[in-house]
């Protein structure tokens, strides 16, 4: 019973470069979720997944954040043009379906840190 | 709007002490809220959440948080604390519609010989 893995562990980038955070969801979890928790921070939402599609992304803080989840298992969080302030562990979710948090129990994943350099 | 407060961002206890961490709400609708625990590299953990079925809610490892309206608060105890209790405990809410936790800033246990 594997839970939800993110790949890398960790991330060492240049300003301005391009990169790609995985996470794989408990496998039948209809639902997916990211998180990104600075340093001394709660983990802050940035996009929510029901199946392929994304629910809300309300929370990705501008237009060089992505994410993806084309099949409705793995998803790709990805950054265009890092700036040193990305830097942060971007943290992963999976619930077994997409109703309200109360019932649908958030698995995370151990996360995956990024540093910008 | 939603958000948390956690007062304190470091808590030391002895061991066998009573553990107390703090967690204030803030919610235009009525909340539901959770504490997450997370150790060293690994996931957050679900210790409990109040549901509105009780105010007193128990949790994993002997941990338990009462919901108190009129305080906002959601406070989470532990009678006796032990050395593995140290971590990093984590407030969040969330209410209305939404799927997405708000979590507040979290609170780092120590626990001292």
């Known amino acids: 019973g594997a839970g939800v893995s993110q790949t890398p562990s960790n991330k060492v980038t240049e300003k301005g470069k391009y990169v790609e955070l995985r996470c794989d969801p408990i496998?039948?979890?209809?639902?997916l979720y990211w998180y990104r928790q600075s340093l001394g921070q709660g983990p802050e939402f940035l996009i929510y997944f029901q199946g392929t599609g994304a629910a809300d992304d309300s929370g990705l803080p501008n237009d060089r954040f992505f994410a993806v989840r084309p099949e409705g298992s793995v998803s790709t969080l990805k950054i265009q043009r890092t700036e040193r302030g990305d830097s942060a562990v971007y943290l992963c979710?999976?619930?077994?379906?997409?109703?309200?948090?109360?019932?649908?129990?958030?698995?995370f994943g151990p996360g995956t840190r990024l540093t910008v350099l | 709007a939603q958000s948390v407060t956690q007062l304190g961002s470091h808590v030391s206890v002895s061991e066998g002490a009573l553990v107390l961490l703090r967690c204030n709400y803030s919610s235009s609708v009525p909340p539901y809220l959770f504490w997450y625990v997370q150790y060293p590299n690994q996931g957050l953990q679900l210790l409990l959440k109040?549901?509105?079925?009780?105010?007193l809610v128990k949790g994993i490892n002997g941990f338990e948080a009462e919901f108190k309206k009129s305080e906002t608060s959601f406070h989470l105890t532990k009678p006796s604390a032990h050395m593995s209790d140290a971590a990093e405990y984590f407030c969040?809410?969330?209410?209305?519609?939404?799927?997405?936790?708000?979590f507040g800033s979290g609170t780092q246990l120590t626990v001292l010989p």
């Open positions: 496998s039948g979890h209809t639902a």
């Open positions: 979710a999976s619930s077994l379906t997409g109703g309200l948090a109360i019932h649908n129990e958030q698995f």
């Open positions: 969040a809410v969330s209410s209305g519609s939404a799927r997405q936790l708000t």
């Open positions: 109040y549901t509105s079925a009780a105010t």
